[in-house]
């Protein structure tokens, strides 16, 4: 293929959001609502330890946030690495079929939910707009940082022996496996530096991945990403390649979303993905959530329309946020409720 990209993966995004009626709703915090329903994720695998030890709460999880309003459903990979489930004790094989698995459960999700809504048995207050729902699957991958559990995913500093190569040689067999696992799109999640965001680019091209991409960055202080390079940068590296059709940001403090949306406003005219984390800050190293004290009173929900209003299209909940939070944030897309009600975050 080339350089030359398939019209239905460069046009994929701009079309879903026309069916959505020019916004789309992302799910919430995949980890938090998995911890909600007891699973016990304090490993380096994270949340996809769920894949192995109880798949039927991720796809408890993603019906959740079907049934919240969600457009896209990103799967449990973020932390599913081959690597990683090496590390546990399983084969390259049990590997791969893991992260196969884990799209196939987002599926799986996907037709109870549509034939719930066919057969008109839901009992959530969404029931009117469900049947309609457009639904994409994204299947997510997490930085090296995330698979190294050391705090790196929210530092981006890697050390000098990690270069672009190193990525890619880590991030390739599981971007081929996903591309080919029947997901609708990868959603390359908090990327902590623009070295990683590089290599995703290289990787995109280079292994002809054919489905499209999005690129999500955290930030800390609504200017750089963690590791220093300014999001304008980071963003350049997006929207110069061609399979990637959203670019935006993720698990990131609410109060930098309205100045970030306007900086990549400045560098692309791609859509815009905003979900960010309830505005508490991870300390990787304890694994804990920790208050900052800057949190809004009022969650993030009642920013929604302003974002939307600067440029973004697609708008979900990171970190510490619930299906609440993405019930609240379809409720103000779809025009039905101005200012949401006061949403809890996690406790
Ligand atoms: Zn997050």
Not at 92 to 114: D, H, P
Not at 321 to 342: D, F, H, M, Q, Y
Request: aromatic share 10%.
């Amino acid at each position: 293929m080339g350089s030359l990209v398939k019209e239905e993966t460069s046009s994929l995004m701009t079309k879903f959001l026309e069916k959505c009626g020019g916004y789309a709703v992302v799910d919430g915090g995949f980890a938090t609502e998995l911890q909600r329903h007891g699973a016990d994720i304090n490993d380096p695998l994270w949340s996809a330890k769920c894949l192995i030890t109880s798949p039927h709460l991720v796809t408890k999880v993603h019906l959740d946030y079907l049934e919240s309003g969600a457009n896209i459903i990103i799967t449990a990979s973020y932390q599913a690495t081959i690597q990683g489930f090496v590390a546990k004790g399983l084969s390259v094989g049990e590997a791969e079929s893991l992260l196969r698995r884990s799209v196939e459960i987002a599926y799986e999700a996907r037709e109870i939910f549509y034939n719930r809504c066919t057969k008109g048995s839901w009992d959530f207050d969404y029931a009117g707009k469900a049947s309609g729902q457009p639904v994409l699957v994204a299947a997510s991958v997490g930085s090296y940082g995330a698979y190294l559990a050391d705090g790196s995913e929210y530092s981006g500093i890697y050390g000098d022996s990690v270069s672009k190569e190193t990525l890619k040689d880590f991030h390739r067999r599981r971007v081929q496996i996903l591309e080919k696992s029947g997901a609708d799109l990868i959603a390359f999640e908090a990327i902590p530096n623009k070295l990683e965001a590089e290599a995703y680019a290289d990787l995109l091209e280079e292994e002809e991945i054919d489905i499209p991409a999005w690129f999500s960055f955290t930030s800390k202080d609504g200017v750089s990403v963690p590791r220093g390079d300014s999001v304008v940068e980071c963003a350049k590296v997006a929207d110069s390649c061609k399979k990637v059709v959203a670019i935006g940001i993720n698990c990131t403090s609410p109060r930098f979303i309205h100045d970030l949306i306007i900086s990549l406003r400045q560098v692309t005219r791609k859509p815009i993905v905003v979900y960010p984390n309830s505005g508490e800050v991870y300390d990787g190293l304890n694994k804990k959530w920790i208050k900052s004290g800057e949190e809004s009173e009022e969650d993030f929900v009642s920013y929604v329309s302003k974002w939307r209003d600067e440029g973004a299209s697609l708008f979900g909940g990171c970190c510490r946020t619930t299906p609440n939070t993405i019930r609240a944030i379809a409720k103000v897309l779809s025009g039905e409720c101005p200012a949401a009600s006061k949403i809890k975050f996690e406790q």
